[in-house]
């Protein structure tokens, strides 16, 4: 069974910073790419960062460019997101997903396998 753990959520003051984990079993982990998406309540699900199988292609949401830097690590089968400069508009739960059959998407159709998502509440 494909699993995907997200941990690290929590709440923190706007300026302050959280690292998120993503660990996932159950898959061949470098044969995937893994996105991170955010849900904020009566909001759409939206993209926030997108990294390859390889990890030489990722992308940014333009809210979060320059604050959060996505990294993997397929010894470990495991996806960081390390948040920066947390802005209260980044409150959302965070979920992170894996696509077995893109190598690189910014859709979220693409993405079979989802985590059940963490929280991430940033205080003004």
């Known amino acids: 069974q494909v699993q995907l753990v997200e941990s690290g959520g929590g709440l923190v003051q706007a300026g302050g910073s959280l690292r998120l984990s993503c660990a996932a079993s159950?898959?061949?982990?470098?044969?995937?790419?893994v996105g991170w998406f955010r849900q904020a309540p009566g909001k759409e699900r939206e993209v926030v960062v997108v990294i390859s199988r390889s990890g030489t292609m990722t992308y940014y949401a333009d809210s979060v460019k320059g604050r959060f830097t996505i990294s993997r690590d397929n010894a470990k089968n495991t996806v960081y997101l390390q948040m920066n400069s947390l802005k209260p508009e980044d409150t959302a739960v965070y979920y992170c997903?894996?696509?077995?059959?893109?190598?690189?998407?910014?859709?979220?159709?693409?993405?079979?396998?989802w985590g059940q998502g963490t929280q991430v509440t940033v205080s003004s």
């Open positions: 997903a894996a696509a077995r059959r893109s190598y690189y998407s910014l859709s979220d159709r693409s993405y079979d396998d």
């Open positions: 159950g898959l061949t982990f470098s044969s995937v790419a």
